[in-house]
């Protein structure tokens, strides 16, 4: 079951958005259960009453929460949700883009493109419950594979740092992980010998660091000579295809 939160203060538009869902969804074959808010106060509410969203379609013209503070809060409380962004208007997009929305949506709504960013939300949202198996004296563990910030490999041992700050770690070589994640669609950046990163949790990057947000603290990682201008074209279409602003 996928939740899908629509928050928007039109409620003609909300309406129709919900019956878009409602048949996308059909026709992909997943099922889903929707929450409407009209406004993104009582969202907010919910979300820090414990409910997770999956996905979120929200409207960023609403009145009664700045809604750069919303989507920041938002993100502070769950990092993986997919944000869809709907606007009559392109004047907030460059503001918003720095709390790393999904998509961009104008209205009125253009159908086709609904139809494809609902797709590959939905696709995205499929990998967020796959997880990392590995074993560790002789016990089979496994991580949700959303939750990984990063690998380190230090003296043939694989660390994995979790976003809650926590650790674990067993016997073996990163370039077996690399490989057994090539296929993931989330995306791992392999930008040192010693370290491979999950790309949802970079903020910030230059040409020989960047910087990751772990249990809301941030921690800057060197690229490795060798692969700075690989990891730079890699972030580059990453980027590119993460917000798309018409």
């Known amino acids: 079951m996928l939740k899908i939160a ?24 997943i099922r889903v259960d929707i929450d409407v808010f009209s406004d993104g106060k009582t969202l907010l509410k919910s979300i820090h009453s414990g409910e997770r969203y999956g996905l979120i379609f929200i409207d960023i013209e609403m009145e009664q929460i700045d809604r750069i503070s919303a989507a920041w809060e938002i993100r502070e409380t769950d990092r993986s949700v997919m944000l869809i962004y709907i606007s009559g208007y392109d004047q907030y997009l460059k503001d918003l883009f720095e709390v790393e929305p999904f998509r961009f949506l104008s209205k ?8 494809q960013y609902f797709k590959e939300a939905c696709h995205r949202i499929g ?19 959303k939750d990984v910030v990063y690998f380190e490999s230090r003296n043939r041992v694989v660390h994995i740092y979790l976003n809650d700050g926590s650790t674990a770690y067993f016997y073996g070589k990163l370039n077996v992980v690399e490989k057994e994640l090539a296929d993931s669609r989330r995306y791992f950046l392999r930008i040192h ?29 060197n690229i490795s000579e060798d692969r700075q201008k690989e990891v730079r074209r890699q972030l580059c279409g990453m980027a590119s295809g993460k917000a798309v602003i018409e």
């Open 6 to 29: 629509i928050c928007d203060d039109d409620l003609n538009f909300t309406g129709s958005l919900e019956t878009l869902v409602l048949q996308e969804s059909r026709c992909i074959g």
């Open 108 to 115: 009125p709504l253009n159908k086709k493109k609904f139809h």
């Open 127 to 145: 990998e967020t419950e796959v997880f990392y198996q590995f074993t560790f004296n002789r016990e089979i563990q496994k991580v949700p594979l």
């Open 193 to 221: 010998q010693s370290f491979l990163v999950n790309y949802d949790y970079i903020t910030k990057m230059n040409f020989f660091n960047i910087t990751i947000s772990i249990n809301k603290k941030e921690i800057e990682l």
